[in-house]
């Protein structure tokens, strides 16, 4: 079966200091990769999407960036953090643009 | 993507069924309806998806009017672990983008 990981599962970090966080998904060949983001009592908000290595599409302009280096590993990054770029960052895949996505089970980012 | 509209909250006992109602009257006809539910601190769950006809699986059942415009996500027998917020989606067959709104949440009490 497809298991999706996200690490880390908290993370606090200051104004200014990069990111690096890392979704992998197992079981699955040539997954749909998205990052989404969902502040404090909102709804998600979808930030980039993959359909294939080095395949990025933002939806979003923003502090951040994406890579997929691998097949099964999404990447989300960020030179200087912002306090506005605090909240929780889901990792999700889908076998086709058509299909459920599935979530995993996020980090939470606190930016100090 | 078409707006959905869902009530904020609502209640359920344990052990019945838990009516959880959509109001989508901007849906088109290449959209589906999908729910998600998303328990405190984890990530949104996938439960089900549907175009035109009633759908059920091992989570749920989900109930779309003849003409679209709305519909019931049931979970059969609710426990406290089914506490959540549930959101509805709507969106188009070829499209990547789930629109997630505030969603209901229900809470399952003993």
């Known amino acids: 079966s497809q298991t999706i990981h996200q690490w880390p599962a908290t993370l606090v970090q200051p104004v200014g200091s990069p990111l690096s966080l890392e979704c992998t998904v197992e079981?699955?060949?040539?997954?749909?990769l998205y990052w989404y983001r969902q502040a404090a009592g909102r709804g998600l908000q979808l930030l980039f999407y993959?359909?294939?290595?080095?395949?990025i599409s933002s939806e979003v302009p923003q502090n951040l960036s994406a890579s997929r280096p691998q097949d099964r590993q999404f990447i989300l990054s960020s030179k200087k953090l912002l306090l506005s770029d605090s909240g929780f960052y889901l990792c999700?895949?889908?076998?086709?643009?058509?299909?459920?996505?599935?979530f995993g089970d996020g980090t939470r980012l606190s930016i100090l | 993507d078409a707006k959905t509209t869902q009530p904020p909250s609502m209640d359920c006992a344990e052990g019945r069924a838990a009516n959880l109602p959509c109001n989508h009257s901007?849906?088109?006809?290449?959209?589906?309806v999908y729910w998600y539910r998303q328990i405190h601190s984890q990530g949104p769950q996938y439960i089900i998806h549907?175009?035109?006809n009633n759908e059920t699986n091992e989570m749920a059942s989900l109930i779309i009017t003849e003409d679209r415009k709305s519909s019931t996500l049931i979970l059969p027998h609710a426990t406290l672990r089914d506490t959540a917020v549930y959101y509805c989606?709507?969106?188009?067959?070829?499209?990547?983008?789930?629109?997630f709104g505030q969603g209901t949440e229900l809470s399952v009490k003993p």
């Open positions: 079981g699955t060949s040539n997954p749909n």
């Open positions: 549907g175009l035109k």
């Open positions: 989606i709507v969106r188009v067959v070829q499209g990547g983008k789930l629109i």
């Open positions: 999700a895949w889908s076998v086709h643009t058509n299909q459920p996505q599935h």
């Open positions: 993959s359909v294939g290595i080095g395949q």
């Open positions: 901007t849906i088109s006809g290449n959209e589906y």
